[in-house]
Protein backbone atom coordinates (compact mmCIF):
# COMPACT_ATOMS: atom_id res chain seq x y z
CA UNK A 1 0.00 0.00 0.00
CA UNK A 2 1.31 3.49 -0.88
CA UNK A 3 1.77 6.50 1.73
CA UNK A 4 1.53 3.52 4.31
CA UNK A 5 3.87 4.30 7.78
CA UNK A 6 6.20 1.75 9.23
CA UNK A 7 5.58 0.89 12.87
CA UNK A 8 8.50 2.38 14.54
CA UNK A 9 10.66 -0.14 16.12
CA UNK A 10 10.21 0.53 19.35
CA UNK A 11 10.40 -1.95 22.33
CA UNK A 12 7.42 -2.00 24.94
CA UNK A 13 10.22 -2.88 27.53
CA UNK A 14 12.32 0.46 28.33
CA UNK A 15 14.94 -2.14 30.38
CA UNK A 16 15.02 -5.42 31.83
CA UNK A 17 17.22 -7.08 34.41
CA UNK A 18 17.67 -10.56 35.82
CA UNK A 19 17.46 -10.79 39.78
CA UNK A 20 17.54 -14.20 41.24
CA UNK A 21 16.85 -16.41 38.41
CA UNK A 22 14.29 -13.74 37.69
CA UNK A 23 13.38 -11.71 34.84
CA UNK A 24 12.33 -8.49 35.95
CA UNK A 25 11.08 -5.77 33.26
CA UNK A 26 10.37 -1.93 33.07
CA UNK A 27 7.67 -1.64 30.51
CA UNK A 28 5.85 1.56 28.87
CA UNK A 29 2.55 0.91 30.07
CA UNK A 30 3.37 0.69 33.67
CA UNK A 31 5.47 3.88 32.86
CA UNK A 32 2.82 5.64 31.95
CA UNK A 33 0.40 4.82 34.49
CA UNK A 34 3.04 5.65 37.15
CA UNK A 35 3.47 9.25 35.39
CA UNK A 36 0.21 9.19 34.60
CA UNK A 37 -0.42 8.95 38.04
CA UNK A 38 2.31 11.48 39.76
CA UNK A 39 1.23 14.18 36.97
CA UNK A 40 -2.65 13.85 37.88
CA UNK A 41 -1.94 14.08 41.44
CA UNK A 42 0.17 17.35 41.15
CA UNK A 43 -2.19 18.89 38.88
CA UNK A 44 -4.80 18.22 41.64
CA UNK A 45 -2.52 19.56 44.97
CA UNK A 46 -1.83 22.30 42.69
CA UNK A 47 -5.16 23.28 42.12
CA UNK A 48 -6.05 22.54 46.58
CA UNK A 49 -3.43 25.03 47.04
CA UNK A 50 -5.20 27.26 45.44
CA UNK A 51 -8.24 28.27 47.61
CA UNK A 52 -9.26 30.84 45.03
CA UNK A 53 -10.70 28.46 43.01
CA UNK A 54 -13.01 26.98 45.44
CA UNK A 55 -16.44 27.86 46.37
CA UNK A 56 -16.37 29.99 49.46
CA UNK A 57 -12.57 30.28 49.47
CA UNK A 58 -12.40 26.66 50.37
CA UNK A 59 -10.83 23.48 48.83
CA UNK A 60 -13.04 20.11 49.70
CA UNK A 61 -10.08 18.37 51.10
CA UNK A 62 -6.33 19.50 51.85
CA UNK A 63 -3.17 18.22 49.67
CA UNK A 64 -2.24 15.75 52.21
CA UNK A 65 -5.75 13.76 51.95
CA UNK A 66 -5.06 13.45 48.44
CA UNK A 67 -2.45 10.64 48.61
CA UNK A 68 -4.57 8.39 50.73
CA UNK A 69 -7.66 9.13 48.09
CA UNK A 70 -4.79 8.07 45.32
CA UNK A 71 -4.59 4.96 47.05
CA UNK A 72 -8.12 3.89 47.18
CA UNK A 73 -8.53 5.50 43.42
CA UNK A 74 -5.70 3.06 42.25
CA UNK A 75 -7.22 0.17 43.32
CA UNK A 76 -10.35 1.00 41.85
CA UNK A 77 -8.30 1.72 38.35
CA UNK A 78 -6.99 -2.10 38.69
CA UNK A 79 -9.92 -4.10 39.99
CA UNK A 80 -12.41 -2.29 37.91
CA UNK A 81 -10.45 -2.29 35.13
CA UNK A 82 -9.72 -6.34 35.16
CA UNK A 83 -13.65 -6.99 36.17
CA UNK A 84 -15.12 -4.62 33.86
CA UNK A 85 -12.53 -6.07 30.66
CA UNK A 86 -14.15 -9.60 32.40
CA UNK A 87 -17.91 -8.97 32.21
CA UNK A 88 -17.60 -6.57 28.97
CA UNK A 89 -15.71 -8.33 26.95
CA UNK A 90 -14.90 -12.12 27.11
CA UNK A 91 -16.78 -13.58 30.50
CA UNK A 92 -16.97 -17.04 28.94
CA UNK A 93 -13.31 -17.55 28.42
CA UNK A 94 -12.85 -16.38 31.77
CA UNK A 95 -15.57 -17.97 33.21
CA UNK A 96 -14.24 -21.27 31.58
CA UNK A 97 -10.86 -20.59 33.46
CA UNK A 98 -11.57 -18.50 36.62
CA UNK A 99 -7.90 -18.26 37.62
CA UNK A 100 -6.75 -16.69 34.70
CA UNK A 101 -8.63 -13.69 35.82
CA UNK A 102 -5.72 -12.85 38.01
CA UNK A 103 -3.42 -12.77 35.58
CA UNK A 104 -3.18 -9.09 34.65
CA UNK A 105 0.14 -9.19 33.02
CA UNK A 106 -1.21 -11.32 30.48
CA UNK A 107 -3.00 -8.14 29.36
CA UNK A 108 -6.92 -6.95 29.19
CA UNK A 109 -7.87 -4.30 30.90
CA UNK A 110 -11.18 -2.27 30.39
CA UNK A 111 -11.39 1.95 30.82
CA UNK A 112 -15.54 1.73 31.39
CA UNK A 113 -14.62 -0.74 34.43
CA UNK A 114 -11.72 0.93 35.21
CA UNK A 115 -13.95 4.16 35.54
CA UNK A 116 -16.55 2.03 37.71
CA UNK A 117 -13.86 1.06 39.87
CA UNK A 118 -13.08 4.57 40.70
CA UNK A 119 -16.07 5.83 41.42
CA UNK A 120 -16.86 3.18 43.79
CA UNK A 121 -13.58 3.78 45.73
CA UNK A 122 -14.17 7.15 45.18
CA UNK A 123 -17.42 6.64 46.95
CA UNK A 124 -16.60 5.20 49.62
CA UNK A 125 -13.76 7.12 50.75
CA UNK A 126 -15.54 10.38 50.47
CA UNK A 127 -17.98 8.89 52.69
CA UNK A 128 -15.67 7.84 54.87
CA UNK A 129 -14.17 10.93 55.38
CA UNK A 130 -17.32 13.26 55.24
CA UNK A 131 -15.78 15.35 51.87
CA UNK A 132 -18.23 17.03 49.60
CA UNK A 133 -18.70 14.66 46.68
CA UNK A 134 -19.06 17.06 44.06
CA UNK A 135 -16.09 19.32 44.30
CA UNK A 136 -13.96 16.67 44.99
CA UNK A 137 -15.02 14.68 41.86
CA UNK A 138 -14.24 17.91 40.38
CA UNK A 139 -10.57 17.47 42.01
CA UNK A 140 -9.82 14.38 40.50
CA UNK A 141 -11.50 15.27 36.85
CA UNK A 142 -8.43 17.49 36.37
CA UNK A 143 -5.97 14.98 37.24
CA UNK A 144 -7.13 12.18 35.42
CA UNK A 145 -6.39 12.89 31.52
CA UNK A 146 -2.55 13.10 31.68
CA UNK A 147 -2.95 9.49 32.32
CA UNK A 148 -5.21 8.38 29.62
CA UNK A 149 -3.02 10.48 27.63
CA UNK A 150 0.05 8.12 28.68
CA UNK A 151 -1.50 5.25 28.45
CA UNK A 152 -3.05 5.26 25.45
CA UNK A 153 0.57 5.97 23.95
CA UNK A 154 1.89 2.76 25.69
CA UNK A 155 -1.12 1.08 23.84
CA UNK A 156 0.43 2.86 20.87
CA UNK A 157 4.18 1.61 21.36
CA UNK A 158 2.77 -1.73 22.16
CA UNK A 159 1.30 -2.14 19.16
CA UNK A 160 -2.11 -2.35 20.30
CA UNK A 161 -5.98 -1.91 20.37
CA UNK A 162 -5.58 -0.54 16.62
CA UNK A 163 -7.54 1.04 14.38
CA UNK A 164 -9.53 -0.31 11.22
CA UNK A 165 -7.75 -0.71 7.76
CA UNK A 166 -7.28 2.51 6.00
CA UNK A 167 -5.55 4.29 2.67
CA UNK A 168 -4.83 7.74 4.21
CA UNK A 169 -1.36 8.72 4.26
CA UNK A 170 -0.79 8.41 7.86
CA UNK A 171 -1.82 4.63 8.51
CA UNK A 172 0.14 2.51 10.49
CA UNK A 173 1.27 -0.61 9.33
CA UNK A 174 1.40 -2.72 13.15
CA UNK A 175 3.29 -5.89 13.36
CA UNK A 176 1.93 -9.10 14.54
CA UNK A 177 -2.08 -9.98 14.17
CA UNK A 178 -3.02 -6.47 13.20
CA UNK A 179 -1.98 -7.96 10.00
CA UNK A 180 -5.74 -10.17 10.55
CA UNK A 181 -8.94 -8.96 9.51
CA UNK A 182 -7.62 -7.17 6.22
CA UNK A 183 -9.10 -9.67 3.57
CA UNK A 184 -9.85 -6.99 0.79
CA UNK A 185 -6.11 -5.42 0.66
CA UNK A 186 -3.36 -6.94 -1.29
CA UNK A 187 0.44 -6.08 0.55
CA UNK A 188 0.96 -3.83 3.97
CA UNK A 189 -2.16 -3.40 5.86
CA UNK A 190 -2.02 0.11 7.04
CA UNK A 191 -4.08 1.15 9.93
CA UNK A 192 -5.66 3.87 11.71
CA UNK A 193 -3.23 4.55 14.43
CA UNK A 194 -7.01 5.17 16.74
CA UNK A 195 -4.49 4.76 19.91
CA UNK A 196 -3.03 8.32 18.64
CA UNK A 197 -6.35 9.86 17.99
CA UNK A 198 -7.63 8.98 21.60
CA UNK A 199 -4.43 10.40 23.19
CA UNK A 200 -4.82 13.44 21.73
CA UNK A 201 -8.89 13.76 22.09
CA UNK A 202 -9.10 12.43 25.55
CA UNK A 203 -5.87 13.52 26.96
CA UNK A 204 -4.42 16.31 25.48
CA UNK A 205 -7.67 18.26 24.55
CA UNK A 206 -9.61 17.49 27.57
CA UNK A 207 -6.94 18.33 30.37
CA UNK A 208 -6.55 21.74 28.09
CA UNK A 209 -10.21 22.47 28.45
CA UNK A 210 -10.44 21.35 31.76
CA UNK A 211 -7.66 23.45 33.10
CA UNK A 212 -8.84 26.71 30.91
CA UNK A 213 -12.19 26.02 32.81
CA UNK A 214 -10.74 25.15 36.06
CA UNK A 215 -8.25 28.56 36.10
CA UNK A 216 -9.97 30.50 33.75
CA UNK A 217 -13.50 30.14 34.37
CA UNK A 218 -13.81 29.55 37.78
CA UNK A 219 -15.18 25.33 36.94
CA UNK A 220 -14.38 25.28 40.36
CA UNK A 221 -16.93 27.19 41.61
CA UNK A 222 -19.95 25.33 39.97
CA UNK A 223 -19.68 21.47 41.97
CA UNK A 224 -19.61 18.97 39.06
CA UNK A 225 -18.85 20.91 36.46
CA UNK A 226 -15.63 19.65 35.44
CA UNK A 227 -16.44 16.34 36.20
CA UNK A 228 -19.51 16.36 33.98
CA UNK A 229 -17.45 17.86 31.23
CA UNK A 230 -14.87 15.07 32.03
CA UNK A 231 -17.29 12.49 31.58
CA UNK A 232 -18.92 13.75 28.39
CA UNK A 233 -15.78 14.52 27.04
CA UNK A 234 -14.27 11.18 27.11
CA UNK A 235 -17.64 9.66 26.11
CA UNK A 236 -18.03 12.03 23.00
CA UNK A 237 -13.91 11.14 22.55
CA UNK A 238 -14.55 7.42 22.65
CA UNK A 239 -17.63 7.16 20.57
CA UNK A 240 -16.11 9.10 17.57
CA UNK A 241 -12.73 7.07 17.63
CA UNK A 242 -14.73 3.86 17.68
CA UNK A 243 -15.45 4.75 14.21
CA UNK A 244 -11.98 3.90 13.27
CA UNK A 245 -10.84 1.82 15.97
CA UNK A 246 -10.76 -2.09 15.52
CA UNK A 247 -13.33 -3.88 17.71
CA UNK A 248 -12.22 -7.13 19.91
CA UNK A 249 -11.82 -9.98 17.88
CA UNK A 250 -14.61 -11.92 19.56
CA UNK A 251 -17.26 -9.32 18.34
CA UNK A 252 -16.21 -10.22 14.40
CA UNK A 253 -17.80 -12.75 12.62
CA UNK A 254 -18.98 -13.55 8.81
CA UNK A 255 -22.18 -11.84 9.11
CA UNK A 256 -21.10 -9.28 11.38
CA UNK A 257 -17.78 -8.15 9.92
CA UNK A 258 -17.95 -4.41 11.56
CA UNK A 259 -17.77 -6.41 14.91
CA UNK A 260 -20.37 -4.47 16.43
CA UNK A 261 -21.99 -4.98 19.69
CA UNK A 262 -25.56 -4.60 19.12
CA UNK A 263 -26.81 -4.12 15.07
CA UNK A 264 -29.83 -4.01 13.63
CA UNK A 265 -29.73 -4.65 9.68
CA UNK A 266 -25.83 -4.22 9.61
CA UNK A 267 -26.28 -0.64 11.63
CA UNK A 268 -25.43 -0.23 15.31
CA UNK A 269 -23.30 0.21 17.90
CA UNK A 270 -19.45 -1.36 19.50
CA UNK A 271 -19.15 -2.25 22.56
CA UNK A 272 -16.97 0.68 23.27
CA UNK A 273 -19.79 2.75 21.85
CA UNK A 274 -22.43 1.45 24.18
CA UNK A 275 -20.71 1.84 27.46
CA UNK A 276 -19.61 5.54 26.27
CA UNK A 277 -23.49 6.75 26.21
CA UNK A 278 -23.98 6.78 29.80
CA UNK A 279 -20.61 8.48 30.28
CA UNK A 280 -21.86 11.22 28.20
CA UNK A 281 -25.42 11.34 29.40
CA UNK A 282 -24.38 11.59 33.05
CA UNK A 283 -21.73 13.95 32.38
CA UNK A 284 -24.27 16.40 30.32
CA UNK A 285 -26.84 16.45 33.30
CA UNK A 286 -23.66 17.32 35.85
CA UNK A 287 -22.91 20.20 33.84
CA UNK A 288 -26.42 21.83 33.27
CA UNK A 289 -27.11 20.81 37.25
CA UNK A 290 -23.85 22.71 37.95
CA UNK A 291 -24.70 25.71 35.68
CA UNK A 292 -28.05 26.12 36.68
CA UNK A 293 -27.60 26.00 40.97
CA UNK A 294 -25.81 28.43 42.94
CA UNK A 295 -22.03 28.07 43.36
CA UNK A 296 -22.25 26.32 46.28
CA UNK A 297 -20.11 23.41 47.98
CA UNK A 298 -22.53 20.08 46.79
Keep these: MTGALPFPDISPEIFSISLFGMELALRWYALAYIVGIIIGW????????????WPNQTPPLSPGQTEDMLTWIILGVLLGGRIGYVLFYQPGTYLSDPLSIIAIWEGGMSFHGGMLGVILAFWLYTRRHKLPLLTTADAVAIGTPPGLLLGR??????AELWGRPTELPWGVVFPGQAAQYCPDIVGACARHPSQLYEAFLEGFVLLVVLLWMAWRRDGFKKPGLLTGVFLAGYGISR???EFVRQPDAQFISEGNPLGLAWHIGGYGLTMGQILSLPMILLGLWLITRARRRVAAPA
Design 153 to 158: MANFIN
Design 239 to 241: FLV
Design 42 to 53: RLVVMALKAPRL
